[in-house]
Nanobody, 115 residues
Framework: QVQLVESGGGLVQPGGSLRLSCAAS????????MDWYRQAPGKQREWVAT???????FYKGSVKGRFTISRDNTKNTVYLQMSSLKPEDTAVYYC?????????WGQGTQVTVSS
């Protein structure tokens, strides 16, 4: 069982930045592939970024160059640094851990980009 707790969401103006954090309650964090997803109102949840055990990272095209996923295995935490935010980035952001083929989700954190 892995519990995930996201934090760092909030209201930000277009062009601004936010850093999301996701803390995991597992001693096997280093073995997890970690993902960020988001869900905008009225839309399906979509994948945003992934970081593997080996620190390889992958991004949805529309966030590449603006978002950076990273992890700190000493803190059992994955981050999503978001810059140059746009109104279309407004969504609830979720982190997901995949450990031994099983997926675990956090409760989500709201990000609102608006002037």
């Amino acid at each position: 069982q892995v519990q995930l707790v996201e934090s760092g969401g909030g209201l930000v103006q277009p062009g601004g930045s936010l850093r999301l954090s996701c803390a995991a309650s597992t001693i096997s964090f280093s073995r997890c592939t970690m993902d960020w997803y988001r869900q905008a109102p009225g839309k399906q949840r979509e994948w945003v970024a992934t970081i593997t055990q080996d620190y390889n990272s992958f991004y949805k095209g529309s966030v590449k160059g603006r978002f950076t996923i990273s992890r700190d295995n000493t803190k059992n935490t994955v981050y999503l640094q978001m810059s140059s935010l746009k109104p279309e980035d407004t969504a609830v952001y979720y982190c997901k851990a995949v450990l031994y083929g099983i997926s675990y989700w956090g409760q989500g954190t709201q990000v609102t980009v608006s002037s």
